[in-house]
């Protein structure tokens, strides 16, 4: 898979392919992640990637060239690319958004910046993007969010079984996780986990998973369809209450 963001700040954009399990499949070629400077797709001597509104106001917004420039470069090297904008006015993104997209060969993220983007770009724009319900200072790290999260779906980026286990993988949080020593600060590892019993954990896990859940997301929790296993987890979790109790 081919991700190209472009932006005004490359250098910030770059952290995204040089670091951890993202950088380790870029430098595999497992995963290429490209990043373009709309000032180079400029004519003008100064470079100039914005301009005042029509109509007046505050702000500035960013130029419909560059973007057509970008585009179309990408398409005649790479193919169409399904294209995004981040943007506070996109759809929220999600995890299921983040497989969704994993299946693209070929993406184009434009960080959006200044007052917003000429309105123009949407012809070429499928999809406008937000991380969440807040503005950026710029789409900056939206697209780095976007292509993270997204670069863990693709096959050999991450470990089939750590992808699963990630918290909204299944629409559930993580369990908690203890490494070494047993004992910390005064507070001990959880028996089951030292005991080898693999059902056990694995009972543990779900249960704990589940009520993190119940807790901290209850939208979540009340929209789930329970498999065999978390019920039972969950009998588990009611008996192991009860007993403290009695
Ligand atoms: N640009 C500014 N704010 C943003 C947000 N919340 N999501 C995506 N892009 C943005």
Redesign the pocket.
């Known amino acids: 898979m081919r991700i190209v963001i472009a932006t005004i700040f490359p250098e910030m954009v770059s952290a995204v392919r040089e670091y951890g399990v993202i950088g380790q499949a870029v430098k595999n070629r497992v995963l290429q992640i490209e990043v373009l400077n709309f000032r180079d797709f400029t004519k003008d001597k100064h470079r100039v990637v914005d301009d005042y509104p029509y109509g007046g106001g505050p702000g500035m917004v960013m130029k419909p060239e560059p973007f057509f420039g970008i585009h179309d470069y990408c398409t005649e090297r790479y193919g169409k690319p399904f294209t995004i904008l981040?943007?506070?006015q996109?759809i929220k993104f999600d995890n299921r958004m983040a497989k969704e997209l994993s299946q693209k060969e070929n993406i184009l993220i434009f960080c959006?910046r200044y007052e917003g983007v000429d309105e123009r770009v949407m012809k070429i724009v499928d999809t406008e993007?937000?991380?969440?319900d807040?503005?950026?200072s710029?789409?900056e790290l939206?697209a780095m969010v976007i292509c993270d999260a997204v670069s863990r779906f693709v096959p050999n980026v991450v470990e089939e079984d750590s992808v699963k286990r990630d918290s909204f993988y299944n629409e559930l949080l993580d369990y908690p996780h203890y490494t070494r020593p047993a004992e910390f600060a005064g507070i001990k590892v959880p028996q089951v986990l030292l005991s080898g019993d693999h059902e056990k954990i694995e009972l543990y896990r779900v249960a704990e998973s589940l009520k993190r859940t119940a807790l901290r997301r209850p939208d979540l929790f009340l929209k789930r369809d329970f498999s065999e296993q978390e019920k039972k987890a969950l009998i588990w979790l009611i008996r192991e209450l009860t007993s403290n109790a009695q």
Request: cysteine-free; proline content about 7%.
């Open positions: 981040t943007s506070p996109g959006g993007i937000s991380i969440g807040y503005v950026l710029g789409g939206a």
